[in-house]
């Protein structure tokens, strides 16, 4: 029984302790409810990109308008440091006239809020089929559309302030409103590289009725832009921007950047984050594998000065990827296929296509470095090198019984430095100093084959010239071997 008698008692207590709090509250809350407040950095909202650089311009404005809130009586913007000290000048929006003093100091605690993050919204369905000319890269300059207006359109020039005070810690700018149409203001000559809080508060005639801030990464003068995304296939381009289903794709953010600044990029397939990193380390190009359905898949790009920190938006482009069951899914030799022993396309891995599932057959990287992969005008991949080398499993070219055998290498690669492209052992039964190595090299004079046994070298030359051959060469090495003679 004193338990139920408790809950009725305590209820009527709150709710008095509410209503007689309710006065006090008044001179909290706006009376409007919570001020959406932003600005725009020359043309752009923070809501797309948190980069402010030298020179720009920066319009704080009301994204609702306030001009019917009799509590209102300024709009403050100034810049914290990361530990939390006012940097520059703090920007003062006043509606009172000029000479009454402007309050200084906070009274209250402001209501804070986060900024809320953008939403794009969903394509316009349609078919890879029917855009296999068009498809590929989308419109880069096209911002990400949101729920709320950000952006205001001035409907007419902005107004000049009535009269402007400067003093050593603050800017006091009268203006005969505060709604969309604010004064810009720029930011301090000697501020150095580096985040930033930009702090709106929204004054009353004695309190913060509201505060929100933003994060900010400063510029200065250092350059900083995300062009475009390109994407390469792992074999020969047929002129159709149609993807196979399940293949994989080599895709490549191209950023131009101040050596002052170290880009961090953030890869994205719709909301999931796919994958992220430092350019400097590589993270600029990935690997991705397309699904086994038809359909467009877009991926984002969000490229940032440095590694970011609480909600920086950085420089975003996106690519629109046509995957199609009608896209052809050749390779080179494939009408060798059927005779094939070994067949390597280093389609984003380093599995024999014909069994990629037997891990017995993958080549095996000789040292401990990831794989490398580049492109070449519109296709990709494995780098190999003097760092970079691959082991082929063991196995015979002679049948079952025989001491004979033949085969053939089929290579297809462009040469980028001097050293060994290729190399092959063929070990002897009968003495390992009849062991024969074939190398194939880039030398000063050009490429050549070299036979090496006992000992004695016999060097195979060629007249390639890129000028002459291109920059890709598809070789065919045939050859015939027994315990005592070996044929090229």
């Excluded at 297809?412 to 009968?430: D, Q, Y």
């Amino acid at each position: 029984m004193y338990k139920q008698r408790g809950i009725p008692i305590w209820t009527v207590l709150l709710i008095s302790s509410v209503f007689c709090t309710c006065g006090e509250l008044d001179t909290v809350l706006p009376s409007s409810g919570t001020y959406k407040v932003n600005a725009l950095v020359n043309e752009t909202s923070l809501n797309d990109s948190s980069l402010i650089s030298k020179n720009d311009r920066i319009y704080p404005f009301f994204a609702s308008s306030v001009t019917d809130d009799p509590d209102i009586t300024g709009l403050l913007v100034f810049l914290q440091g990361p530990g939390g000290e006012t940097v520059g000048k703090k920007i003062h929006y006043t509606l009172e006239a000029p000479g009454k003093e402007a309050p200084r100091e906070p009274i209250a605690e402001p209501i804070k809020e986060t900024a809320a993050k953008p939403v794009t919204e969903k394509p316009k369905e349609q078919t890879p089929e029917s855009a296999d000319e068009t498809a590929g890269e989308g419109d880069p300059d096209s911002p990400e559309p949101e729920l709320e207006q950000v952006k205001p359109a001035p409907a007419a020039p902005l107004p000049e302030p009535v009269k402007t005070e400067i003093s050593e810690k603050e800017s006091l700018i009268h203006v005969n409103r505060l709604d969309k149409d604010l004064p810009p203001f720029s930011l301090p000559e000697d501020l150095e590289i580096g985040q930033y809080a930009l702090v709106f508060q929204v004054l009353g005639e004695k309190e913060i009725l509201y505060q929100m801030e933003k994060n900010v990464y400063y510029l200065k003068d250092a350059a900083f832009s995300l062009k475009d995304i390109q994407s390469y296939l792992p074999d020969v381009s047929t002129g159709s921007h149609l993807i196979p289903l399940g293949i994989t794709i080599m895709l490549e953010a191209r950023v131009f950047s101040d050596a002052r600044l170290d880009p961090y990029i953030i890869w994205y397939n719709g909301k999931k984050r796919i994958s992220e990193g430092r350019f400097s380390e590589g993270a600029g190009l990935i690997l991705w594998k397309a699904p086994e359905q038809t359909g467009f898949h877009t991926i984002r790009a969000e490229a940032f000065p440095y590694k970011p920190v609480g909600g920086i938006s950085g420089r975003s482009r996106e690519i629109s990827l046509p995957i199609s069951a009608k896209a052809v899914n050749s390779g080179y030799f494939s009408g060798e296929a059927g005779n094939i022993t070994y067949w390597y396309q280093f389609r984003g891995n380093l599995q024999d296509s014909q069994v990629p599932v037997a891990t017995e057959r993958a080549l095996v990287p000789k040292g401990e470095r990831a794989s490398q992969w580049t492109h070449e005008d519109t296709i990709y991949g494995l780098t190999v090198g003097s760092k970079d080398i691959y082991l082929l499993p063991a196995f015979s070219f002679a049948s079952p019984g025989e001491k004979q055998g033949a085969g053939r290498f089929m290579l297809r690669f462009k040469p980028v430095s001097e050293g060994t492209i290729f190399s092959a052992l063929f070990k002897s039964e009968s003495s390992p100093a009849d062991n024969l190595y074939l190398n194939l090299d880039l030398a000063k004079e050009g490429l050549k084959l070299d036979l090496i046994s006992s000992g004695e070298t016999l060097v195979i030359p060629s007249d390639y010239t890129p000028e002459r051959y291109g920059n890709f060469i598809t070789l065919f090495i045939d050859f015939s071997a027994n315990e005592n003679h070996f044929e090229l």
